[in-house]
Structures are given as structure tokens and as C-alpha cells.
């Protein structure tokens, strides 16, 4: 029988699919320690205290994490480390959290709009910040991503269009955040390629009824919707990049689908120029100096 506990931090687990996949995961045998980033923590504190599960089998500590301030998740990664003991590993980050709002705010203290602090920047900063302790756990990295990503034909558009009061839709914005996240996540594939670390993108499929959707405002034709799914099934396919162990062999086809299967090249291939790559996929050391942070 499993019984030593693993640890997950999360971003994105007070409401919709991320908080439905945590429920799924605190009724399992296996006991979890969850550590939650949340904008409003008595609100998300109050939903976890309404489902059942075993308190003496699992924890759930919830923490502030307002990702479109990058400062915010800074003091959010020291407070996860703080919670940890030397020993004590993170076996996955989940980075689950996204809006699908357009350009219109910019992120706090960043040259970018806010939906791309959010959806890609702060949570790529978030996993510089947990570097050495992802390292040390060979911890399991699953970065929610979209089909959306198959929207955007020509990335050279991301500069002008993740500025701050670009006119693009709100669908555009999404899908290019989405873009930008799926380049980060293959750069960390790289970068943490001999570090124990697994890298894992997946997509929940298309769930309507999520926050999500209710942010983009906008009516689903009939023939997209015949390929609905729940938010239970959207959660479980999340949770499926937990634990998937069939790696196909070309080590860029990390994209798992709603359908359980690996994306083949040619459907994630404005994802795999590494030049793309590494342009949106700033250090550590950038991203402070452009958001003023300090030491
Ligand atoms: N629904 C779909 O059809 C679909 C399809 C493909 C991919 N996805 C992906 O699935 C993931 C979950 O989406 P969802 O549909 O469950 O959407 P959702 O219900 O809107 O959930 C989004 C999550 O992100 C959090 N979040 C948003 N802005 C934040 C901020 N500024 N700071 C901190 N946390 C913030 C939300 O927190 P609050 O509770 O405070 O709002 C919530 O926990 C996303 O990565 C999305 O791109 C969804």
C-alpha cells in the first residue's frame, strides 16, 4: 500500500477544473499535502472546508497568490519553501491558473497586459523561484495548456498583441498566452532535461461552464459544443499527466490530450522552433529587473 505522503502545490485549485481535480485527488488512498495559490484565500479555505475527505490522511494550506503582480509570487514561493522541511519534496506542480480576459490592463510593474502575467509569465517565474527544490524532488511539472495554442498561424504577432491596449479579441489573447505557455513549458523540458524532473503539458479538452468561458463571453457554436466535456472528465484528464509513464520517444511531444493521447509534431509544431522558444522564456534575473524586484 502507497502511504508516504506526496506534496502538490498548485496554482489555479479554487475553482473550476483545478479545484475539481484536487477533489478528485483527496478522495484517494494515497494521502496528498496540497499547497494552493489563491487571490482570495478565506473564499477558497471556505469551498475545501465544504468537501469531504479525510483530515487525517490529507492536508490542504492555502496561501496568497494574485499572479497578475509578479512581487506577489515571489513572497507566495518563499512561503511554499518555508513550508517544507529540508527533506520534504514537491512531487508535482500543477500550473493550472488562467484567464481569458483580453489586453486591456497590464500586469503590475510588467511591460506585458495582464492576462499574459497571468497565464504565462508569473507562473514561468514561479517555477524559477521553485527551481532547486523541483530539482531535488524530481518532481513532476504539469502546465495546463489548450488546443488553443493551434489558433495562432504566425507568432511573430506576439509582441504587438500581449501589449498592454493591443485591439485584439479576447480569443486571440488566450490562445497566444496559451502559446507562450506551451513555449515555456518545452523550454523547462529542456532545461530540466537531465535534472530527474518530468515535464508534462496537457489539455482538459473544452469544458463550457468553467470560469474560463464565462471570462471570454462568447457563445459556443453547436458543432464545437458536440465535443463538450464535464468539468469531472476535464479534471480527470488533468490528473492523467500525473501519472502517465509512456513517454513517446522524440522527447518534444510532451502535449497530452483530453483524449489520452501524445500530440504528434506537426500538431504542436508553432511550438517547437527553440529560438520561439527561448525569446519567451525569460530568466530569472530578466524578470526581476524588468518587474523591479529585489534580492
Ligand atoms: N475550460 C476549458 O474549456 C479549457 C480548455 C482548455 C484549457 N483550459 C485550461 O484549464 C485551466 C483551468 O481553466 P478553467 O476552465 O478551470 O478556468 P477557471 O474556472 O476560470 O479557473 C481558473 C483558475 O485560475 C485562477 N486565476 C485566474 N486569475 C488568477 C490570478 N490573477 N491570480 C491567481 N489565480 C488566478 C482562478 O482563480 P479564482 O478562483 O480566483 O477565479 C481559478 O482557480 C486553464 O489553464 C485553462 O487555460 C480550459
Same mark, same amino acid.
Given at each position: 500500500?502507497?502511504?508516504?505522503?506526496?506534496?502538490?502545490?498548485?496554482?489555479?485549485?479554487?475553482?473550476? *477544473?483545478?479545484?475539481?481535480?484536487?477533489?478528485?485527488?483527496?478522495?484517494?488512498?494515497?494521502?496528498?499535502?496540497?499547497?494552493?495559490?489563491?487571490?482570495?484565500?478565506? /473564499?477558497?479555505?471556505?469551498?475545501?472546508?465544504?468537501? &469531504?475527505? =479525510?483530515?487525517?490522511?490529507?492536508?490542504?494550506?492555502?496561501?496568497?497568490?494574485?499572479?497578475? =503582480?509578479?512581487?506577489?509570487?515571489?513572497?507566495?514561493?518563499?512561503?511554499?519553501?518555508?513550508?517544507?522541511?529540508?527533506? !520534504?519534496?514537491?512531487?508535482?506542480?500543477?500550473?493550472?491558473?488562467?484567464?481569458?480576459?483580453?489586453? &486591456?490592463?497590464?500586469? %503590475?510593474?510588467?511591460?506585458?497586459?495582464?492576462?499574459?502575467?497571468?497565464?504565462?509569465?508569473?507562473?514561468?517565474?514561479? /517555477?524559477?523561484?521553485?527551481?532547486?527544490?523541483?530539482?531535488?524532488?524530481?518532481?513532476?511539472? $504539469?502546465?495546463?495548456?489548450?488546443?488553443?495554442?493551434?489558433?495562432?498561424?504566425?507568432?511573430?504577432?506576439?509582441?504587438?498583441?500581449?501589449?498592454?491596449?493591443?485591439?485584439?479579441?479576447?480569443?486571440?489573447?488566450?490562445?497566444?498566452?496559451? *502559446?507562450?505557455?506551451?513555449?515555456?513549458?518545452?523550454?523547462?523540458?529542456?532545461?530540466?532535461? =537531465?535534472?530527474?524532473? #518530468?515535464? %508534462?503539458? $496537457?489539455?482538459?479538452?473544452?469544458?463550457?461552464? #468553467?470560469?474560463?468561458?464565462?471570462?471570454?463571453?462568447?457563445?459556443?457554436?453547436? &458543432?464545437?459544443?458536440?465535443?463538450?466535456?464535464? $468539468?469531472?472528465?476535464?479534471?480527470?484528464?488533468? *490528473?492523467?499527466?500525473?501519472?502517465?509513464?509512456?513517454?513517446?520517444?522524440?522527447? =518534444?511531444?510532451?502535449?497530452?490530450?483530453?483524449?489520452? &493521447?501524445?500530440?504528434?509534431?506537426? !500538431?504542436?509544431?508553432?511550438?517547437?522552433?527553440?529560438?520561439?522558444?527561448?525569446?519567451?522564456?525569460?530568466?530569472?534575473? !530578466?524578470? !526581476?529587473?524588468?518587474?523591479?524586484?529585489?534580492?
Amino acid at each position: 500500500m502507497t502511504s508516504i505522503v506526496k506534496t502538490v502545490v498548485a496554482t489555479g485549485a479554487t475553482s473550476g *477544473l483545478g479545484f475539481e481535480a484536487i477533489k478528485q485527488l483527496l478522495g484517494q488512498q494515497q494521502p496528498y499535502k496540497f499547497i494552493l495559490g489563491a487571490r482570495d484565500v478565506a /473564499t477558497t479555505q471556505a469551498a475545501y472546508s465544504k468537501v &469531504e475527505f =479525510d483530515k487525517n490522511q490529507h492536508s490542504v494550506a492555502v496561501l496568497p497568490l494574485e499572479l497578475s =503582480d509578479l512581487k506577489g509570487v515571489k513572497s507566495f514561493a518563499a512561503q511554499v519553501l518555508g513550508r517544507l522541511g529540508q527533506a !520534504e519534496k514537491i512531487d508535482y506542480l500543477m500550473l493550472n491558473a488562467a484567464t481569458a480576459y483580453g489586453a &486591456e490592463q497590464p500586469g %503590475v510593474g510588467s511591460k506585458w497586459c495582464q492576462s499574459y502575467v497571468i497565464n504565462h509569465l508569473s507562473q514561468h517565474y514561479l /517555477t524559477h523561484l521553485l527551481r532547486a527544490k523541483l530539482v531535488a524532488s524530481s518532481s513532476r511539472i $504539469v502546465f495546463v495548456s489548450s488546443g488553443a495554442i493551434r489558433m495562432v498561424k504566425d507568432p511573430s504577432t506576439l509582441d504587438t498583441d500581449l501589449k498592454p491596449g493591443s485591439s485584439v479579441t479576447p480569443h486571440t489573447i488566450y490562445a497566444d498566452t496559451k *502559446l507562450t505557455a506551451l513555449l515555456g513549458t518545452h523550454w523547462w523540458r529542456r532545461e530540466l532535461a =537531465d535534472s530527474g524532473c #518530468t515535464v %508534462v503539458a $496537457v489539455s482538459p479538452g473544452l469544458i463550457p461552464g #468553467t470560469g474560463l468561458s464565462r471570462g471570454m463571453n462568447v457563445t459556443m457554436p453547436p &458543432e464545437m459544443l458536440k465535443d463538450a466535456k464535464s $468539468v469531472a472528465e476535464g479534471a480527470s484528464s488533468i *490528473l492523467a499527466a500525473f501519472t502517465r509513464t509512456d513517454f513517446p520517444d522524440d522527447p =518534444d511531444r510532451i502535449f497530452l490530450t483530453s483524449w489520452g &493521447e501524445w500530440w504528434g509534431r506537426e !500538431e504542436i509544431a508553432v511550438s517547437l522552433d527553440r529560438a520561439l522558444q527561448d525569446k519567451w522564456s525569460p530568466s530569472k534575473e !530578466e524578470i !526581476e529587473r524588468e518587474a523591479g524586484i529585489g534580492a
